[in-house]
């Protein structure tokens, strides 16, 4: 790369993210979090309220909400409350008969659940960016530039020099010591890097519409849901509520941009199944897709960084996608800070890829399986015939549902299961015990605190988080004034390295972590869990990126 005409440089800030969607605002928070400044860069002026994309919040994301303090607020401003439904509906259409339901999905009932400090929540992308706006608005470290693109970067080993122009083509130039590129599946930040996408992508179309439908509701006999998966041979598709009031949403699958802009109310009407007594519906948005299984041949070069849709594409079915990338933020975040705030060595960057780029590939494969099964593939034109027909086909199409599905609404093996095990800022642990083994039940999660995994989540005394109790840095968990707890923590000292002390009971630690001690990085995943360590200061060079 050119080195930087420093001459040129109109603004500085420690880091430059561009594109300023969920994952790069949560980048902001993320590095606002450890007092670490940057500018966010966004062509758009306004949130667009009518492609809601994607609508699930996971278990893991609200954790993150919830250390950024946004969780409450995105709770209360949602349209669809969290305790409302936690079901998932398959049917012949909204206004026929139900084939079969899934219950618990999506982490949508883990409520004051020991399992997570935070359960899922339902929620449009447009709701959850305003949120993020919001609050980035509010922070010292932070600032939003709307209505600018970024045009042109070098870098060099010091720093990276970005160009941004604005709505009418001024430009301006930015200095900063990273960037990280947030923008997208078109992303100019891996052009200018030369980072190619490596996969592929499914060739049946997909049509999104948005509508009002007043009446819809008061019409059905399926129970609330969060999704409804028609199973109409003539017309498989999905749908879903917008609010509790009158705007709704739905997949209309193997329908082209050029089929579904014809007539999208007639595709509506088909999968409401009204016949001769049509609910009035008005159609809001339209928006065709296909699902692509992508992931950028790298997240990196030098001082720039990749992070969400501009490193990988999953298909949206189960909805890793958006908060997979909210992953990325946190990870690549606090390991910018620690380097900014000269207790990270350079070195604790080389882990963002090593830790993520597993995770895109894994996700990519779950959300790829999901796509295998959708409705054209479980339909049976039975489904749509007399009583007797009904009768003679559910069982079968039920089975294969509950079979084929279940892992798309039951995930939390992969929302809370993402280990970092073999990252080279996590140290092996001399533990070892039956939770560290995951079950073999696709969906099922069990809490371990092996080194790389989440923190194993507690409510304490008084209706606490454990996770409220960590340091916005490293924390050490656990016996913390025992004669090992006290040499870590002196070592810390030693190198200047922030970590914060949470002393837990004795047996409360054994149970959670089999182990009396575990040192738990920003993010909240276990850094190192034992009972001895040879060398402390060793042990703390190497979380550190600095062995």
């Known amino acids: 790369m050119k080195k930087p005409p420093a001459a040129e440089v109109h603004i500085r800030t420690p880091v430059l993210v561009v594109g300023g969607g969920p994952v790069g605002l949560a980048t902001a928070l993320e590095l606002s979090q450890h007092g670490t400044g940057c500018i966010v860069v966004e062509p758009r002026l306004d949130i667009s309220w009518l492609r809601p994309r994607a609508k699930t919040t996971s278990t893991r994301t609200m954790e993150h909400f919830r250390r950024w303090g946004i969780a409450d607020t995105v709770r209360r401003r949602a349209p669809i409350p969290q305790s409302w439904s936690d079901e998932v509906v398959f049917c012949t259409t909204l206004l026929g008969r139900e084939v079969t339901r899934f219950d618990h999905c999506l982490g949508l009932d ?67 010591e990273f960037l990280i590129g947030c923008d997208g599946s078109r992303s100019v930040v891996r052009e200018a890097i030369g980072a190619k996408y490596e996969g592929s992508a499914d060739e049946r179309p997909n049509f999104n519409v948005v509508f009002r439908a007043e009446s819809l509701a008061s019409r059905m006999r399926l129970g609330d849901a969060v999704h409804y998966w028609v199973l109409n041979p003539g017309q498989p598709g999905l749908v879903g509520r917008l609010n509790l009031v009158d705007e709704w949403w739905c997949v209309i699958m193997g329908v082209s941009a050029e089929e579904g802009v014809v007539d999208p109310a007639r595709l509506i009407h088909n999968l409401i199944g009204d016949g001769a007594d049509p609910v009035a519906i008005e159609v809001l948005a339209t928006d065709p897709w296909r699902a692509r299984m992508q992931v950028a041949d790298t997240f990196r070069s030098g001082r720039v960084f990749l992070a969400g849709d501009a490193a990988h594409q999953n298909p949206p079915w189960g909805g890793h996608g958006f908060n997979t990338g909210i992953g990325d933020a946190v990870n690549i975040g606090w390991k910018l800070s620690a380097v900014l705030n000269g207790w990270g060595a350079e070195t604790l960057l080389d882990s963002y890829e ?32 007399s009583d007797d027909d009904f009768a003679c086909a559910r069982p079968a199409v039920a089975a294969a549902t509950q079979h084929g599905k279940r892992a798309e609404f039951h995930s ?60 916005s840095e490293y924390s ?63 042990l703390m060079r190497t979380v550190s990126g600095r062995a």
């Not at 993520?356 to 039975?382: F, W, Y």
């Not at 083994?437 to 304490?460: D, F, I, M, Q, T």
């Not at 920003?522 to 060793?538: L, Y």
């Open 110 to 176: 883990l409520v004051d659940d020991d399992l997570v400090a935070e359960g899922g929540q339902q929620a449009p992308q447009p709701l959850i960016e305003s949120i993020m706006r919001d609050r980035v608005g509010e922070l010292a470290e932070a600032e939003l530039l709307v209505g600018h693109r970024i045009v042109a970067l070098t870098q060099n080993d010091s720093g990276v020099v970005a160009t941004i122009a604005d709505g009418s083509g001024n430009l301006t130039v930015i200095g900063s």
């Open 354 to 385: 090593i830790e993520r780029r597993p995770v895109a590939r894994e996700t990519i494969a779950v959300a790829t399986k999901n796509m295998s099964i959708l409705g054209p593939q479980l339909a049976d034109p039975r489904l749509m015939g």
């Open 412 to 471: 939390l093996d992969l929302v809370l299961g993402t280990s970092y095990a073999d990252s080279p800022i996590v140290v092996a642990d001399d533990v070892t015990t039956d939770f560290d083994v995951a079950p073999e039940e696709p969906g099922v999660y069990v809490p371990s605190a092996a080194a790389g995994n989440r923190l194993p989540h507690k409510w304490l005394a008084g209706h606490r988080s454990l996770f409220d109790s960590l340091g």
């Open 476 to 538: 050490l968990v656990g016996a913390v004034n025992s004669a090992l707890g006290r040499q870590l923590l002196e070592a810390a000292v030693s190198l200047r390295i922030p970590l914060a002390a949470v002393q837990l009971d004795c047996q409360v630690a054994e149970d959670l972590f089999a182990a009396p001690l575990v040192l738990v990085r920003p993010d909240q995943h276990v850094a190192w869990r034992g009972s001895r360590a040879s060398d402390a200061e060793a």
